[in-house]
């Protein structure tokens, strides 16, 4: 019982210790002792260290605290004086060359030998590297953190594709393709392919992020996107994988019969173009990562010596066949412009030839990130950078300015002078602010020297006062004032911001959005048939829903649609009752809305009323008008009120009167449009101007600009004494009313000429009234 205790007791000791020690080394934050920021130089580090090592020494400073105090600055800046202490501190929080991974994994390797120990299992007799000491060495060089990942690695996959194995501890397989990811490794590495190792152990978040859920997983990162890799973990696999991740356009096949085309293309891209020479059949992995890396500034092509399609080529550039070759040309194609050769040709190499040839001789603005680039900004005076400008108009061919100001550019070639041109039509803003507005520049080209004082724009520029023609006299005086302005930069006396230059050479909006919409099909491709699937179930379960709701609300709808038509099928009776003209007014009454008020609110159709009334009256409200005179209004409006009293319910309806004897010119308009309402005038009638419209109703849609027409109704008797009317609407159009007849009949009574208007009413809100459409509302003078 007291060794237990006493075991008890020393465990929660170490427990204690440990937590006091860990505690400590999160209190000592070296950035703070010393003052400085994150981002600092080694300079201020060293300046801050200085001037607190003076104050806090033991033998000036007399205050207790002052010799601990020392330690700290003392051993902050040994910290951050070494960029590798630094750089471990930064990631893992501690400068220790283990790193924190290895401490834990030390933590780790101590509950797991106790374990053997009280078990007497020894990790040996199976030769299973599980501790740090033993397989730690090979993945800790490559170890990736949430934050590196994010900050350095994404940003870096647009130059180079990184190939990343995700691990973990007590991982069988991990163990067992060791060997050959160590290979790969150290191959793909010399090449320049990017290499990552997470340990989904203690970087969960990161693990999570790149959607691996199960150890070991490879995948590869270009252009910030994942591919995982699913064959068997073999040397030539892996190989292929990442060759699969670069695009498949990086470097173009050249023959005899194309590499004049090839090399044409520098006026057209505004990029030098790379010829590799070699005899390898398929193009070597180290050319395509190249031609990656640098796809920004430079075309890349491949010639196979040893074909017949190649020989031309060989012969013009004088290309030993026995090593391979790599030619960059620049704006003159029949001389290469560089030239490198050797059997064994390394990354560094070939990186170092190609960052020395990045530019044309005289490279064409053709975007503000160029601009940046080749004119950078003035940093002191020992680092002044003069950029020479011709801006000329844009030529299919070379033109003779330009062609001068090139072999002016070839031999005058220095660290401190850029040369550079503009297409003035093209950056129209940007060579106005340096050519003078006068007719001497119109229409020529012109050549300024500048310096770039911000990023803002600023600059000091000096413009030649004669347009720029190629003579021997215009090299002269550019010449004279380049070597000028070596002994006194004052001679950039003009001051200007410039512009930001457009990005001519970028896609149109129509193909990045097709760019864009190839990118995520692929990627959701990819994702369905080879990513995991439990990062594809939110969006599973996203489309089933929307199914679903889909066809839910399609069948909801195909059943409501279904009983609307039940529904809305009158009884047989009152169809019939509708054919033989029996249905009462009582049945408008009972199938309408009750009315909200005890009178009806009928207003006057005037030029004041008119715009709100019917020309901006809202959608699928309707106004009806009765017609009436000065002498028939109070018995005709007696008459409307009593017809469409059981309708004032509707609140789509609204009801007006309009004047015949102030408006008849606008009355007929409408009724122009109206089959067989009026009638064209010829000169045997006598009274067609005296034409009786009185009890005339008009239903009036402001929104869609049609009326339906409502006539009076005539006695029979008047029927049969006109004789021209055979057959009779004994609902709506039931003939033509005239204030006096031709046949010498005498006045109707006027109330009986509405005695039809509530069965009128009811079809009218049913919608099956005839509709005459108008282009537009005609003017109510």
């Excluded at 790969?184 to 990161?206: F, K, N, P, S, T």
């Excluded at 064994?344 to 190499?349: A, E, L, R, T, Y």
């Excluded at 229409?443 to 720029?468: D, F, H, N």
Aim: charged letters at 25%; glycine letters at 4%; proline letters at 4%.
């Amino acid at each position: 019982m007291e060794v237990k205790k006493l075991s008890i007791s020393w465990q929660f000791l170490i427990v204690l210790v440990l937590i006091l020690q860990i505690l400590s080394a999160l209190d000592f934050d070296p950035y703070r002792v010393l003052g400085v920021s994150r981002t600092a130089s080694q300079a201020d580090i060293k300046k801050a260290y200085k001037k607190l090592a003076r104050e806090w020494h033991p033998d000036k400073n007399k205050d207790p605290g002052a010799e601990d105090k020392f330690i700290q600055i003392s051993k902050a800046y040994e910290i951050l004086s070494n960029e590798e202490k630094r750089s471990n501190y930064d990631h893992y929080g501690d400068a220790g060359e283990n790193q924190g991974y290895q401490k834990q994994q030390q933590q780790r390797e101590y509950r797991f030998r106790h374990f053997h120990e009280n078990f007497y299992f020894d990790e040996s007799f199976f030769h299973f590297p599980f501790n740090s000491e033993r397989r730690g060495s090979i993945d800790e060089k490559y170890l990736l953190h949430f934050s590196h990942y994010v900050n350095e690695v994404v940003p870096d996959s647009f130059k180079k594709p990184y190939l990343i194995k995700i691990t973990s501890d007590w991982c069988f397989s991990c163990i067992h393709i060791e060997p050959v990811w160590k290979e790969v490794v150290q191959e793909l590495e010399r090449l320049g392919v990017g290499i990552g190792v997470v340990h989904a152990g203690y970087e969960r978040r990161l693990a999570h992020h790149l959607g691996a859920h199960s150890t070991p997983s490879i995948l590869g990162i270009i252009n910030g996107k994942i591919s995982f890799f699913h064959n068997a973990v073999v040397r030539e696999n892996l190989r292929q994988f990442v060759e699969s991740l670069l695009p498949g356009n990086l470097v173009e096949k050249v023959t005899n019969k194309n590499y004049i085309r090839f090399l044409s293309g520098w006026q057209q891209e505004n990029k030098p173009h790379v010829l590799l020479f070699d005899q390898m059949p398929v193009v070597p992995l180290l050319y395509k990562l190249t031609a990656f890396a640098y796809k920004d500034y430079l075309t890349f092509g491949y010639v196979r010596i040893g074909l017949r399609e190649a020989e031309e080529m060989k012969r013009q550039y004088n290309v030993n066949v026995y090593a391979p070759t790599i030619l960059i040309f620049k704006e003159h194609i029949n001389k290469p412009a560089d030239a490198i050769q050797a059997r064994g040709m390394k990354k560094q190499v070939i990186d170092d030839f190609i960052t020395q040839n990045k530019y044309l001789l005289a490279a064409r603005l053709t975007s503000q990130r160029l601009f940046h680039e080749l004119c950078p900004v003035k940093r002191s005076h020992r680092q002044r950078k003069y950029c020479v400008v011709l801006l000329t108009a844009e030529a299919a061919k070379l033109s003779k300015p330009f062609d001068a100001f090139l072999s002016f550019a070839l031999a005058n070639t220095k660290d401190t002078v850029r040369f550079v041109h503009v297409y003035s039509n093209r950056q129209q803003e940007f060579a106005n602010t340096l050519v003078p507005d006068s007719d001497t520049f119109q229409g020529k080209s012109a050549v300024s020297i500048l310096e770039r004082r911000t990023t803002g724009g600023r600059v000091v520029y000096k413009t030649l006062e004669a347009p720029w023609t190629g003579s021997e006299s215009d090299k002269l005086t550019l010449l004279g004032y380049l070597d000028q302005l070596r002994r006194d930069p004052a001679l950039l006396s003009s001051e200007a911001v410039l512009p930001d230059l457009t990005d001519e050479l970028a896609p149109i909006f129509l193909l990045r959005w097709f760019y864009s919409a190839s990118d995520y099909i692929s990627d959701c491709w990819d994702s369905i048939f080879h990513n995991n699937w439990r990062e594809m179930m939110p969006l599973l379960s996203l489309v089933f829903s929307a199914l679903f709701i889909l066809f839910g609300t399609v069948i909801v709808q195909a059943f409501s649609d279904s009983n609307d038509e039940r529904e809305s099928n009158p009884p047989d009776k009152e169809e019939a009752h509708e054919k033989a003209g029996k249905t009462e007014p009582s049945f408008a009454k009972e199938n309408s809305r009750i009315p909200k008020k005890g009178f009806v609110e009928v207003t006057e159709l005037t030029d004041v009323t008119y715009t709100s009334n019917l020309v901006r009256l809202r959608p699928g409200h309707m106004n009806v008008v009765l017609i009436l005179s000065n002498s028939t209004k109070t018995s005709l409006l007696q008459k409307f009120a009593l017809e469409v009293y059981t309708f004032t319910g509707s609140s789509c309806l609204h009801f007006s009167f309009l004047s015949l004897d102030k408006h008849r010119e606008w009355l007929e308009y409408l009724l122009e449009f109206a089959q067989d309402a009026a009638p064209i005038p010829n000169q045997y009638d006598k009274h067609f101007m005296e034409r009786d419209y009185t009890g005339y109703v008009l239903a009036l849609n402001g929104h869609k600009k049609y009326f339906c027409l409502f006539k009076p109704q005539k006695a029979v008797e008047e029927e049969e004494a006109l004789g021209s009317c055979s057959d009779l609407d004994s609902s709506l159009h039931l003939g033509d009313s005239r204030g006096k007849s031709s046949c010498g009949l005498g006045p109707r009574p006027i109330k009986g000429k509405l005695s039809k208007l509530s069965l009128w009413m009811e079809r009218l809100l049913e919608g099956s009234l005839q509709r005459f459409y108008i282009p537009s509302w005609p003017e109510l003078d």
